[in-house]
């Protein structure tokens, strides 16, 4: 079955950067555009970046454009997204999801704070 593994979150001072990872199996990972998704407390789920099959396109939210920067590799079935620059109100729970899959991994927790 589809299965999306996201890691590399964990508690950050402002300024400083991350890198995420998605581990997506159960399905051709290589014929599928993949996003990575945010949620805040309190507030609804956000589109933070995008990236096609091929990896030739990228899209950013405005918000951290920039900033982030995401990335692929169809040989691995990973997906990744660097964050740098943190803001607090980057602060949430960040997911990866093909936006033609109707699953969703367990998200990793990032924290930007001092």
């Known amino acids: 079955q589809v299965q999306l593994v996201e890691s590399g979150g964990g508690l950050v001072q402002p300024g400083g950067s991350l890198r995420l990872s998605c581990a997506a199996s159960?399905?051709?990972?290589?014929?599928?555009?993949m996003n990575w998704y945010r949620q805040a407390p309190g507030k609804e789920r956000e589109l933070v970046a995008g990236?096609?099959?091929?990896?030739?396109?990228?899209n950013y939210a405005d918000s951290v454009k920039g900033r982030f920067t995401i990335s692929r590799d169809n040989a691995k079935n990973m997906v990744w997204l660097q964050m740098n620059s943190l803001k607090p109100e980057d602060t949430a729970v960040y997911y990866c999801?093909?936006?033609?899959?109707?699953?969703w991994g367990q998200g990793t927790q990032v924290t930007v704070s001092s």
């Open positions: 999801k093909a936006p033609r899959l109707a699953f």
């Open positions: 159960g399905f051709t990972f290589s014929s599928y555009d």
């Open positions: 990236i096609s099959w091929k990896g030739l396109s990228t």
